[in-house]
């Protein structure tokens, strides 16, 4: 039992954090629904939206669940990982809820699984750690009276725990090489993984994404007689520019005018935007308050703007080649430094070599560092990478996340952060940022 808000992380890191035997994985879907249904299945209580992809999944879920705000309803927000609180987990639309309900359903669900055991065949006998976010999404959810959630895959789609619920809609993000190793090494195979959140007679929104990916998304979603809304057959004339606060897009759907002012600021973040609008519309819950509000969002870490001094700081969690080169060409167009400095960080199985190429070439010193203990990475690897393709380049290695900061600090130039999701939250200045 906990009794304050900051005891709410331990209590998830006490499970397992994923599960490794082959029999195991392939009864991970069973085990989510055998935990559900002795919790009494609290997804059952609430209108789904679910969301995949490699790229672009926590700002598309975030956009779809103000849209659903801004029609009244109380939408529930499940996406991941967090960065800075476990809290940014588990929200109301953009809202925290309050301190007291996450206290009173976490110590709900740890009364309730304390006599849960799954059966044998299905491997460890109590709930993975993602298990038990997803559970006590749902729960929290429930107990909040939420009309409505959007919900975020983790990894893949097929085998995520989060594929146990009925969706009013699927969406599907661009596909990247992105963590082979699990998903497959082709962009083919890992849009498999993610396609088959798609269930029969729901309709699948697909955002601009590569033939190949779109090929086995039409594929899956025919196969189950889901109606099929893609952004390149019915968002037309989509177009944006950068300015110094915000990322400006406009665009067509059925004849009709839409432009947005977006805080987070690059072309990738429009159109996500312009995908849960497009998905909103066609599900008959788009209002022009509810873009507004989405207008609004700001996620941490996704090209989140600060200011240290004189100097612009952006926090980005680019992961993939063309998430960075996203990255690098929006905080080119707002940085008016003379020197630009690059902090960066990537987790073991990313596209280094591509990832280095959409980089590399905006900044004039580039420090490597390590991302968070939670997620291996081989910064010794990336940095011979790194001189390997950009020789001419100002590289250093620097391990510690907190040092390798205060050795951009002192560069006294615009600064970006990115790699990882967890680079942020290992750099004490920043964390403490958002925790005061």
């Known amino acids: ?13 006490a499970f397992s954090p994923s599960i490794t035997e082959k029999k195991t994985k392939d009864n991970r879907l069973e085990r989510m629904r055998l935990l559900l249904s002795f919790l009494g299945n609290p997804e059952k209580s609430f209108r789904t939206y679910h969301i995949a ?5 926590g700002s598309t879920a975030a956009y779809l669940a103000s849209l659903l705000t801004g ?15 476990i809290r940014e987990r588990f929200r109301l639309s953009q809202s925290f809820f309050d301190d007291e309900l996450y206290i009173e359903v976490c ?4 009364d309730k699984v304390s006599s849960f055991s799954l059966p044998e065949e299905y491997g460890p006998a109590k709930p993975t750690v993602f298990e038990m976010y997803t559970a006590y999404g749902y729960m929290l959810f429930k107990e909040a009276g939420c009309t409505d959630a959007v919900i975020e895959t983790g990894l893949g789609g097929r085998l995520d725990a989060t594929n146990t619920i009925m969706p009013e809609a ?31 007679d729901r309709p699948v929104f697909i955002a601009r994404v590569e033939s190949a990916a779109a090929t086995v ?23 944006t520019r950068t300015e110094e606060d915000c990322e400006v897009a406009a665009f067509t759907i059925d004849g009709h005018e839409y432009s947005l002012k977006l805080t987070m600021a690059t072309k990738a973040m429009a159109e996500n935007a312009a995908l849960a609008i497009l998905a909103s519309i066609r599900l008959g819950f788009f209002t022009e308050h509810g873009m507004h509000e989405a207008e609004r969002i700001q996620l941490p870490g996704r090209f989140e703007k600060r200011h240290i001094g004189k100097h612009l700081l952006v926090i980005d969690t680019a992961h993939t080649k063309h998430s960075a080169e996203a990255s690098a060409n929006a905080f080119r167009c707002i940085s008016k430094s003379e020197k630009k400095t690059l902090l960066l960080a990537l987790a073991q199985g990313k596209n280094s070599k591509g990832i280095l190429e959409a980089l590399l070439p905006v900044f004039d010193t580039i420090i490597i560092t390590r991302t968070s203990f939670f997620k291996k990475s081989d910064p010794e690897a990336l940095y011979k990478n790194a001189k390997t393709l950009f020789p001419e380049k100002d590289i250093v290695l620097i391990s510690s996340p907190d040092d390798a900061f205060d050795s951009a600090l002192a560069l006294s130039s615009d600064i970006l952060i990115t790699g990882s999701f967890y680079l942020a939250s290992e750099i004490k200045m920043l964390r403490d940022c958002y925790e005061s």
């Not at 996406?79 to 800075?84: A, V």
Request: charged share 30%; with cysteine.
């Open 170 to 200: 699927v969406l599907l993000t661009p596909i990247e090489l992105e963590h082979t190793d699990v998903l497959g090494d082709t962009i083919e195979k890992i849009a498999r993984e993610k396609s088959k959140i798609i269930v029969k």
């Open 71 to 85: 029609a009244g309803r109380r939408c529930g927000l499940y996406t991941s990982p967090h960065l800075f609180t």
């Open 1 to 13: 039992m906990i009794h304050e808000i900051a005891e709410l992380e331990t209590v998830f890191d």
């Open 107 to 110: 110590n709900k669900l740890l």
């Open 53 to 57: 992809g490699s790229k672009g999944k």
């Open 217 to 239: 998304f039409r594929k899956e979603a025919e196969s189950n007689n889901a109606p099929i809304h893609a952004f390149c057959d019915e968002i037309k004339n989509f177009r």
